[in-house]
């Protein structure tokens, strides 16, 4: 699946010219079946964030959101928006996201070049 992306309209430092992130298309068939089983609209997409926060300093936030904000991403993937806030962008820069199925269970897990040290959980990391 080739996604199409609409930057924000001010420059973002450390964006360059890719995409933040990319999304597998298991990932993007997880997130729209998470969607479906939750009730929710097919007009809403999700939001990939950074927050402070887990046991490295910063975690991965994922949402659904009926509409992008000033300044965010928009990525669309096979007829799913995905919305990425410039800041969080900076953090996520390269980052692959997959859904992976393992001994331990499933879910996505978060390829990020720029993360120095992560836990053992997988959802927090630092840089």
Do not use: W
């Amino acid at each position: 699946m080739e996604p199409t992306t609409q930057a924000p309209s001010s420059e973002t430092p450390g964006a360059g010219d890719q995409d933040p992130i990319t999304l597998t298309d298991k990932a993007v068939q997880m997130i729209k079946i998470t969607r479906e089983q939750e009730g929710i609209e097919e007009s809403h997409g999700l939001r990939v964030a950074v927050r402070g926060g887990g046991c490295s300093g910063m975690e991965y936030a994922l949402d659904f959101e009926r509409q992008s904000r000033d300044n965010d991403f928009v990525i669309a993937y096979d007829g799913l928006q995905v919305y990425i806030d410039a800041i969080s962008a900076r953090y996520l820069q390269g980052t692959e996201i997959d859904y992976v199925l393992g001994a331990t269970g499933a879910g996505f897990k978060f390829n990020n070049p720029n993360a120095t040290g992560s836990c053992g959980c997988g959802s927090s990391f630092s840089v």
